[in-house]
């Protein structure tokens, strides 16, 4: 028995014009940010080139590539120095990754999010109880629906300010 090769149409060609497809956008944007940031890193390295290259992706988010950093190689355009300016040990900064800036970027729009979502929390809890004071009820005048309500509330609160205490201490190092 002779096994059939499959068939496949391999690599083409594609007509460059914009991409209507969200999902295309970002896979393309993808593969072509990887395939230039490896071509800025062979130019560098044949060439000893200084590169930078600045990419917000379809979704905005931040990519960089720098040699010998991106902050350098901007510098000095900016200044418009024909060659770096040795940097004095007091002005070096440790080099901020891209990926560390994308990290934080994701870290600040999760809590974005989370501020949003307990942004709607709260006035949802306001519509539910007629005011923003919910928690100052009298009990004794809730129906037993009402109290139901109330403890699931405050449960919820209860959770949500475990969860946000946690990471406040993440993020400042006390866990």
């Not at 940010?33 to 379809?58: D, Q, T």
């Not at 923003?132 to 009298?138: F, L, Q, T, Y």
Request: include cysteine.
């Amino acid at each position: 028995m002779l096994k059939q090769k499959k068939k496949t149409t391999g690599r083409k060609r594609i007509e460059i014009k914009k991409l209507e497809k969200e999902a295309n956008k970002q896979v393309t944007f993808s593969k072509r940010r990887a395939g230039m940031f490896k071509k800025a890193s062979e130019l560098c390295i044949l060439c000893n080139a200084h590169v930078a290259i600045i990419v917000f992706s379809p979704a905005d988010k931040l990519f960089c590539f720098g040699e010998p950093s991106t902050e350098a190689v901007v510098e000095r355009y900016l200044k418009g120095a024909p060659d770096f300016e040795p940097m004095k040990s007091s002005e070096r900064k440790k080099p901020v990754s891209c990926e560390e800036h994308n990290r934080k970027y994701e870290e600040a729009m999760k809590a974005l999010e989370l501020e949003k979502k307990n942004k709607a929390d709260v006035e949802g809890f306001a519509k539910v109880w007629g005011r923003g004071e919910w928690w100052n009820e009298e009990i004794h005048e809730m129906s037993v629906e009402q109290l139901e309500q109330f403890l699931v509330a405050i449960y919820e609160l209860r959770s949500r300010l475990l969860q946000r205490a946690a990471e406040i201490m993440m993020m400042h190092g006390m866990l």
